[in-house]
């Protein structure tokens, strides 16, 4: 099974079907079951805390902007939404928009474009 780092905080919400969406530079694999897990410690200087095991159903291009002001946009590649951008936040699994806004201000530098793709994903049942 392949595994991908996923931050602690969102274990619990991948688990009450709260958070089904990932963004990551790259795609994972469409189809394969992935088991989720955090560091114990350190990252990559301590174990692996495995958590839930998910399925990519979809991997879709997405382009984060920071601005001059420090606001965050989103732009899902042929505006082809499966849900409002405005929820983004909710199935990535922040509690408000700022949340999020907040996290990837540490990825995107002022006035900087990144592309990265968004991938929703499935709970596999134990």
Do not use: C
């Not at 469409?30 to 560091?39: D, Y």
């Not at 114990?40 to 839930?52: A, F, I, L, Q, T």
């Amino acid at each position: 099974m392949i595994k991908r780092a996923l931050a602690e905080q969102f274990h619990q919400k991948v688990m009450d079907g709260i958070k089904v969406s990932t963004i990551r530079p790259n795609p994972w694999p469409l189809g394969a079951p992935i088991q989720l897990f955090h560091w114990e410690d350190k990252p990559y200087r301590s174990k692996h805390v495995n958590g839930p095991a998910v399925i990519a159903r979809s991997a879709d291009p997405i382009t984060i902007a920071n601005d001059a002001t420090g606001a965050i946009s989103y732009h899902l590649a042929g505006d082809d939404l499966r849900h409002a951008i405005t929820d983004l936040y909710v199935i990535e699994g922040f509690d408000s928009q700022e949340k999020m806004d907040t996290w990837f201000r540490r990825l995107v530098k002022p006035t900087q474009t990144i592309h990265q793709y968004q991938m929703l994903f499935s709970l596999i049942k134990p």
